[in-house]
């Protein structure tokens, strides 16, 4: 029951809130079995011990687009596989637009290869129509602002001074990172720093010091 619970990956337990499987999970008896329930609208609650254990992250599931589709178990198979689980994935930092497949690569923690898919361009849509789901969304978007929890992260970000690095090195939950800069002609650019206030006047090239708690991961 617990392999399924992970199939479906959502924060919802699939003995309380009807879940969409991907094939071929979706093809067992045991998934069927818990499908049947909820067709029935039977629900199992065992508050004292939670189990099978859903995913322990908030969000408003992606499943909640694929119940009505006809597909929805080989689109759900596709969704896990890029690690999309969650609507706000697929949403930029306040919610206002869609992410396109090649800039979902960071909320996802997976580059995309190809163009864009059929099955991207309908879950889109879906959720465009969708009634008060857009209501259920955390602002900001805390999908796009990941705390740094791997220190071997080729890029990071300081939110509060607003500076961009490369990382060299980690110890003791400190980052050393290469400063890089806004470009001044193509701000869309980033340039190395030669040397900022930010760094030691003696230093030819400039590498800061971070608290890891200070820093968020980007791609």
Not at 5 to 25: G, K, R
Not at 121 to 146: G, M, R, W
Request: glycine share 4%; with cysteine.
């Amino acid at each position: 029951l617990q392999q399924l619970q992970n199939s479906a990956a959502t924060n919802l337990s699939i003995l309380t809130h009807q879940p969409t499987f991907p094939t071929p999970e979706s093809k067992t008896t045991t998934a069927q079995i818990v499908l049947e329930l909820h067709n029935a609208q039977l629900t199992l609650h065992n508050d004292s011990n939670i189990w099978p254990i859903p995913m322990n992250q908030t969000g408003t599931s992606i499943n909640n687009m694929l119940y009505s589709n006809s597909k929805a178990s080989v689109i759900k198979g596709k969704l896990n596989t890029h690690h999309i689980y969650f609507i706000k994935q697929l949403t930029n930092h306040s919610h206002t637009q869609f992410l396109t497949w090649q800039e979902s690569h960071h909320n996802t923690q997976r580059i995309p290869r190809g163009r864009q898919p059929k099955w991207y361009n309908t879950l889109l849509n879906d959720i465009t129509a969708a009634e008060n789901i857009h209501k259920q969304l955390v602002q900001p978007n805390p999908f796009t602002a990941q705390p740094l929890n791997n220190q071997h992260i080729a890029w990071v970000y300081n939110p509060r001074l607003q500076i961009f690095g490369k990382f060299s090195r980690g110890k003791n939950q400190t980052i050393t990172f290469r400063h890089w800069k806004q470009s001044p002609n193509n701000p869309h650019r980033l340039t190395k720093c030669m040397g900022c206030g930010l760094s030691p006047s003696n230093q030819q090239y400039c590498y800061l010091k971070d608290p890891v708690q200070n820093l968020i991961h980007i791609q």
